[in-house]
């Protein structure tokens, strides 16, 4: 008997599949034959926002890479998960 699914499971595998596709891509990338797995876009703000209140300075800053080999490993993990 099958069970249902959970949505949970499938945005941890993802988010795993993100940081281990990274890493392997960060690891990888300064060998010849896979610099392929480093490529990649940035966005996001390249400088922080600061918010000064007096007493108390807040800094936002967010910036997202996308790399071939996240892409790869966000596939990966919804194979994994349509497999369990």
């Not at 392929?36 to 966005?43: C, I, S």
């Amino acid at each position: 008997m099958k069970t249902a699914k959970n949505k949970w499971s499938l945005l941890l595998l993802i988010l795993a599949g993100i940081v281990l596709g990274g890493f392997l891509g960060q690891l990888l990338g300064d060998m010849a034959a896979f610099s392929w797995l480093n490529f990649g876009q940035t966005f996001g703000l390249t400088s922080p926002v600061i918010l000064d209140l007096g007493i108390m300075t807040i800094t936002f800053a967010l910036t997202i890479r996308i790399t071939i080999a996240g892409i790869l490993g966000v596939v990966i993990a919804v194979l994994i998960y349509r497999l369990l």
